[in-house]
């Protein structure tokens, strides 16, 4: 399974590369099974019902902080869905990013 998570986490990282907004950033995972994403200026909470509405979903980063911080992280999950989903999921994000930026 190790080669079924590695090309997945790839999949994503090579997305996020190609369709996330200028600004952004991620982890690169070694393990696990997430990415953790910084697009500053975002509010990922308030963004979720959108990202849901483009069929994606995320967990925002404020779920992992007591205080509430972490409103511009978001962490994406990779180890369910094939190659193929994950960057179709990352491509509806970023454009959805994008738009946010660009207004």
Do not use: K
């Not at 511009?72 to 994008?98: K, N, Q, S, T």
């Amino acid at each position: 399974l190790v080669g079924v998570y590695r090309a997945r986490r790839d999949a994503c990282l090579e997305a996020l590369a190609n369709d996330f907004p200028e600004g952004a950033s991620w982890t690169q995972p070694a393990g696990g099974f997430y990415v953790w994403v910084t697009v500053p200026g975002m509010d990922t909470r308030a963004l979720l019902p959108e990202a849901v509405e483009r069929r994606v979903a995320y967990v925002p980063g404020t779920a992992f902080y007591p205080d509430d911080s972490g409103t511009d992280r978001l962490r994406l999950a990779f180890c369910y869905p094939p190659e193929d989903a994950i960057r179709e999921g990352v491509r509806r994000l970023g454009a959805l990013l994008r738009e946010r930026v660009a207004a």
